[in-house]
């Protein structure tokens, strides 16, 4: 391991494959991959739906479950709601897609207009841009992929059952900044819900329900959409077919779509910060955040209002901070530290791995402001005394520096942390003192403290309470 900053280079996210010709074998073999079918049950203990994919010998067939007791709409329109989880299986249809990397999309499952078309081919390119990086497959917007599917009768759908919609659907994920909009929606409790996307590869999300618990709402305001993965999907990647990141917050936000009808609801609340537009690969717009982002909170907002409903709307209401203040907003409620999780290796066990990028950078934006004792009681070891962290360090810190695939905020963010805990006589862990060596710049300017996005699309009423 180096002491000195000579070499940052180990300190990237992996380095960028050989790609002068492109690792497309899976593609040749595999040109088509087919939506074939969606099939929606309304059965005696809430929603059932099927979906049918297909490519060369290979049948996948995931499903989505929503208990009773997470729907409160009493005046479903089938029609509409076939439309709805017809469009999250064309989202979700990319955990599957992703295994050959098909350069035809053949959907047979509906009709799809030129315009939804170009907004699914436009999430799959820069939504799996990571994955493409990571598995060298170097491809162009315009040899990337092809949908094919027959063209609307209709000029449109805008489905309106004259019914009000009213109150916010939560997304929880247990970690830090759901828990800030539930915190500030507080005054909105009566008319809220906290939704919780379900994996069954996953056990139930426990920091979620915790969180949920924490701020103090009862069992009957949470809804939840349970997916099943095929897994024959999980037996081909061990087989070597492509696997990576999947832009998953695409794949929640039409789920959250279907829920918000199943209950409702006309505000779709996400917790993404002005960070998640910030890309990871200087000079691509290669993006782990992709979905978190406000051009695809702008794109899908259209697509809902477009091809769906105006009756729902999707924001995210801490757009307009960037992560080092919806951290303060996170510590003035002490009562989570125990209970949030953000760790993506942690998620099978609840618990934070200690090892990885998102790891180190909880650590890092906690440090200036809670004691050693504090800390410990989160993470099971002192992660800025931990030598083995210092190239994931570098890649968080150091602006030539890949930064790493994983849901963090910007360089300046970690970098403000970094000095106002050093500037607080925390001087005597391995990587603030290598900090203090190779980065600390007293004299460095931020925008931090005082930062407001005014890209965002929150409601004009729930700002005081985000702002405050």
Same mark, same amino acid.
């Given at each position: 391991?180096?002491?000195?900053?000579?070499?940052?280079?180990?300190?990237?996210?992996?380095?960028?494959?050989?790609?002068?010709?492109?690792?497309?074998?899976?593609?040749?073999?595999?040109?088509?991959?087919?939506?074939?079918?969606?099939?929606?049950?309304?059965?005696?203990?809430?929603?059932?739906?099927?979906?049918?994919?297909?490519?060369?010998?290979?049948?996948?067939?995931?499903?989505?479950?929503?208990?009773?007791?997470?729907?409160?709409?009493?005046?479903?329109?089938?029609?509409?709601?076939?439309?709805?989880?017809?469009?999250?299986?064309?989202?979700?249809?990319?955990?599957?897609?992703?295994?050959?990397?098909?350069?035809?999309?053949?959907?047979?499952?509906?009709?799809?207009?030129?315009?939804?078309? =170009?907004?699914?081919? *436009?999430?799959? +390119?820069?939504? &799996?841009?990571?994955?493409?990086?990571? @598995?060298?497959? #170097?491809?162009?917007?315009?040899?990337?992929?092809?949908?094919?599917?027959?063209?609307?009768?209709?000029?449109?759908?805008?489905?309106?059952?004259?019914?009000?919609?009213?109150?916010?659907?939560?997304?929880?994920?247990?970690?830090?900044?759901?828990?800030?909009?539930?915190?500030?929606?507080?005054?909105?409790?009566?008319?809220?819900?906290?939704?919780?996307?379900?994996?069954?590869?996953?056990?139930?999300?426990?920091?979620?329900?915790?969180?949920?618990?924490?701020?103090?709402?009862?069992?009957?305001?949470?809804?939840?959409?349970?997916?099943?993965?095929?897994?024959?999907?999980?037996?081909?990647?061990?087989?070597?077919?492509?696997?990576?990141?999947?832009?998953?917050?695409?794949?929640?936000?039409?789920?959250?779509?279907?829920? =918000?009808?199943?209950? *409702?609801?006309? +505000?779709?609340? &996400?917790?993404?910060?002005?960070?998640? @537009?910030?890309? #990871?690969?200087?000079?691509?717009?290669?993006?782990?955040?992709?979905?978190?982002?406000?051009?695809?909170?702008?794109?899908?907002?259209?697509?809902?209002?477009?091809?769906?409903?105006?009756?729902?709307?999707?924001?995210?209401?801490?757009?307009?901070?960037?992560?080092?203040?919806?951290?303060?907003?996170?510590?003035?409620?002490?009562?989570?530290?125990?209970?949030?999780?953000?760790?993506?290796?942690?998620?099978?066990?609840?618990?934070?791995?200690?090892?990885?990028?998102?790891?180190?950078?909880?650590?890092?934006?906690?440090?200036?402001?809670?004691?050693?004792?504090?800390?410990?009681?989160?993470?099971?070891?002192?992660?800025?005394?931990?030598?083995?962290?210092?190239?994931?360090?570098?890649?968080?810190?150091?602006?030539?520096?890949?930064?790493?695939?994983?849901?963090?905020?910007?360089?300046?963010?970690?970098?403000?942390?970094?000095?106002?805990?050093?500037?607080?006589?925390?001087?005597?862990?391995?990587?603030?003192?290598?900090?203090?060596?190779?980065?600390?710049?007293?004299?460095?300017?931020?925008?931090?403290?005082?930062?407001?996005?005014?890209?965002?699309?929150?409601?004009?009423?729930?700002?005081?309470?985000?702002?405050?």
């Amino acid at each position: 391991m180096q002491d000195n900053f000579t070499n940052p280079a180990s300190a990237n996210t992996p380095p960028a494959p050989d790609i002068s010709h492109g690792n497309t074998a899976l593609r040749e073999q595999y040109r088509d991959f087919i939506y074939e079918s969606c099939k929606v049950t309304r059965m005696a203990d809430g929603i059932h739906a099927v979906f049918v994919y297909k490519v060369g010998e290979h049948t996948f067939q995931p499903s989505v479950h929503i208990p009773l007791s997470s729907i409160r709409n009493d005046e479903i329109d089938d029609d509409f709601l076939d439309i709805l989880f017809f469009n999250f299986g064309m989202m979700n249809a990319i955990n599957y897609y992703k295994l050959t990397c098909s350069p035809r999309f053949i959907c047979r499952a509906a009709r799809l207009s030129r315009e939804q078309k =170009a907004f699914f081919k *436009k999430v799959y +390119y820069y939504g &799996l841009g990571e994955f493409m990086y990571v @598995n060298g497959i #170097n491809l162009q917007p315009n040899e990337f992929m092809e949908i094919y599917a027959n063209e609307p009768i209709a000029r449109r759908f805008d489905f309106n059952d004259g019914s009000h919609y009213g109150g916010n659907l939560i997304t929880i994920g247990g970690g830090k900044d759901s828990v800030v909009s539930l915190e500030a929606l507080k005054p909105y409790r009566s008319s809220n819900l906290c939704m919780v996307f379900n994996r069954d590869i996953y056990p139930q999300n426990k920091a979620a329900m915790d969180c949920i618990r924490t701020a103090g709402y009862p069992l009957s305001s949470i809804v939840e959409f349970n997916l099943t993965i095929d897994r024959h999907m999980l037996e081909m990647n061990e087989q070597g077919f492509y696997n990576g990141h999947i832009p998953f917050s695409s794949c929640l936000a039409f789920a959250t779509v279907i829920m =918000a009808y199943l209950n *409702k609801r006309n +505000y779709i609340v &996400l917790s993404n910060e002005a960070s998640a @537009n910030e890309g #990871n690969v200087a000079g691509t717009k290669i993006n782990h955040q992709y979905s978190k982002s406000f051009e695809f909170e702008n794109d899908f907002q259209h697509y809902v209002t477009t091809f769906l409903t105006r009756k729902i709307r999707y924001f995210s209401l801490l757009r307009c901070l960037n992560e080092f203040q919806i951290m303060q907003r996170f510590l003035r409620n002490p009562n989570y530290l125990g209970v949030f999780r953000s760790c993506n290796v942690g998620t099978k066990t609840n618990s934070w791995c200690g090892h990885c990028a998102k790891c180190l950078y909880v650590y890092i934006m906690l440090y200036p402001f809670l004691s050693q004792y504090q800390l410990d009681s989160i993470f099971d070891h002192n992660l800025m005394n931990d030598e083995s962290l210092l190239p994931l360090f570098i890649g968080l810190i150091y602006p030539d520096a890949n930064k790493p695939f994983e849901c963090v905020g910007t360089k300046e963010e970690i970098d403000f942390s970094l000095k106002l805990a050093l500037e607080r006589g925390k001087n005597d862990s391995y990587l603030i003192q290598y900090y203090a060596q190779n980065f600390y710049d007293p004299n460095r300017n931020y925008d931090i403290l005082n930062y407001y996005n005014p890209q965002h699309n929150i409601p004009q009423q729930f700002l005081p309470l985000i702002l405050n």
